[in-house]
């Protein structure tokens, strides 16, 4: 890119900053610091507002920027993240959506401690959020830092560096100020911007191809230089027994993941009625599965037009094959409509990567504070001293993402968010089904459920290919792996739900037959809901 291009983008990511700043600004003068206004924004947006919140904050840049890079690498096998995100939903429209609305106030804790001991239960639950939480954080650093280096040339690892300390800076901003509110507006704006950008790009690929899907496939095929074999399965997840186990443990973590992420479960809280999250979720399936079919076309268009190979070289995990593509279609490499379509990508991308950041961070942050905290401090204490740590929190958070995002600058963002997907599903899935439909589920078993989740699914991860005895590893140099898959689902799912039956056959607690009928009552008929 020329100097004149860079400019014309960083003009554009300034733009959508400004925007949102603003409205961080504006909400921050009209709320009165409450925890319902700063964790829900005061439960009073529409299931319309609320269904683009979803999207917004659920079409991450894994989704923009790594399942397009996947599917230009892999062809079929990249497809999976596109299945598995949006079959994912349909867990969370009928299991999930108005039970939690009903049960629960701003957190996954408020759910499982509405019929067991609250300490136990809320450290346990909270600890597990925060976990998640970071994980998927380190994916939209990552995805942010290889889009600042694709703009900057590619050459200079402190612009990354500095990208990564910037995206967490302006996320700890806009939840410390603006809370709930700022952010689902955030959130909505980038939806609209990320449709807009992906539907352009889809009818520009298509025009290419004279609107034949057939062709584009062919041509990604033969320019992929694997052959047909691009278009069938097994090019990623296809070769020994571990690949093929990796495969279905990807597609069990992407599945069952979504129903266990806090930032997700806590946008039911922001609408007044459980009627109002399901049809929130409606709204949300029909955006984002609109969006993962157009992901396809946009893989399958950067194998076609760009290229693997350029891909490959401009980033090895293909983070950049959507911005390669814009600039592609808008003329090439130094033309001007090239480089204008490729900063207005550029732009939606990194506005991408900051709305959700923001809700991740204010989800997390409220982790912290309204269980974490709120287990330990006096009963009396006030509401806005909660607020006051969930400010504080989010600048830790914030931190900490940035060091991990750092560390793991090479690694491809959905397979990150994969990892996150996993220990949410290992973690959070099970004692919440459990809570909402086990009658004689008890404390024990809740606090079994959470950690005999996320302790295996993150040692897993640790002693996995991904931290170390790879090429592509965070730690390359040294080889400590012992558990031969790269997503620890297949393991880690099942022993959430064994620990939690286990902690609950061997408990001597009596379950409290009139707490679980006032939980199921308020679940299915949201009487008594907040």
């Known amino acids: 890119m020329t100097t004149e291009h860079q400019t014309l983008a960083l003009v554009l990511f300034s733009v959508f900053i400004a925007v949102t700043l603003g409205i961080t600004t504006w909400v921050s003068r009209n709320r009165h610091g409450s925890a319902e206004e700063f964790y829900a924004g005061g439960r009073l947006f529409s299931p319309l507002e609320n269904g683009f919140a979803i999207a917004g904050d659920y079409m991450s840049a894994a989704s923009f920027l790594g399942i397009s890079g996947l599917i230009a690498l892999f062809g079929y096998d990249g497809m999976l993240y596109s299945v598995g995100f949006l079959v994912a939903w349909l867990v969370v429209l009928f299991l999930v959506a108005e039970l939690v609305r009903n049960c629960g106030r701003f957190t996954l804790a408020d759910v499982v401690a509405a019929r067991m001991s609250e300490r136990p239960v809320r450290i346990a639950a909270g600890t597990s959020s925060v976990t998640v939480s970071v994980l998927y954080l380190v994916a939209q650093m990552v995805g942010a830092g290889s889009l600042v280096g694709l703009l900057l040339g590619n050459s200079s690892t402190a612009a990354r560096t500095w990208t990564v300390i910037g995206v967490g800076a302006l996320m700890v901003i806009y939840v410390s100020f603006g809370g709930m509110r ?5 959130q909505i704006v980038k939806a609209v911007l990320l449709m807009a950008g ?81 049809r929130s979720v409606v709204w949300a399936i029909a955006l984002i599965g609109g969006f993962y ?11 076609a037009l760009v290229g693997p190979d350029a891909v490959r070289a401009s980033n090895a995990s293909g983070n950049t094959a959507v911005p390669l593509l814009a600039a592609f279609l808008g003329g090439g490499a130094g033309s001007t409509g090239g480089a204008v ?31 974490l905290y709120a287990s330990l401090r006096r009963r009396n204490a006030r ?8 400010r504080v929190a989010a600048v830790g958070i914030g931190a900490v993402a940035i060091a991990l995002g750092l560390l ?85 799912i099942p022993l959430g739900f064994l620990a939690g039956w286990l902690g609950t ?21 949201g009487a008594g809901a907040v």
Request: proline letters at 5%; charged letters at 10%.
């Open 341 to 371: 379509l490729f900063a207005v990508v550029a732009a939606i991308a990194f506005a991408t990567i900051l709305a959700v950041v923001a809700g991740i961070t204010l989800a997390s942050s409220a982790s912290v504070a309204h269980d």
């Open 198 to 278: 992906a539907i352009t790009l889809t009818v520009l690929v298509l025009i290419r191809f004279h609107g034949d899907f057939n062709q584009l496939l062919t041509s990604a095929a033969e320019r992929s230089g694997h052959g047909a074999a691009f278009l069938g399965p097994g090019l990623r997840y296809g070769g020994d027994w571990t690949a093929r186990f990796d495969f279905i443990s990807l597609g069990l973590a992407l599945v069952l993941g979504t129903a266990g992420l806090p930032h997700i479960l806590s946008r039911f809280y922001t609408v007044p009625t459980a009627r109002a999250a399901r």
């Open 408 to 492: 793991a600058q090479d690694l491809n963002v959905a397979f990150l968010v994969g990892l996150a997907f996993a220990v949410a599903a290992s973690a959070n899935l099970p004692v919440l089904m459990y809570s909402l439909f086990w009658r004689g589920f008890t404390t024990r078993g809740a606090v079994w459920s959470v950690y005999g989740g996320l302790v295996p699914a993150v040692l897993l991860v640790v002693f996995s290919p991904v931290v170390s005895g790879s090429p592509d590893a965070l730690f390359p140099g040294v080889d400590f792996h012992l558990f031969p898959l790269q997503n620890p689902g297949i393991v880690s």
């Open 293 to 303: 079919l157009m992901t396809i076309v946009l893989g399958f268009g950067a194998a």
């Open 505 to 525: 056959v061997t408990s001597g607690e009596v379950p409290d037959a009139a707490k679980h009928a006032e939980t199921e009552v308020r679940a299915l008929t």
């Open 383 to 390: 509401q806005r001293s909660e607020v006051a740590v969930a």
């Open 182 to 186: 700022a952010t689902t507006w955030i």
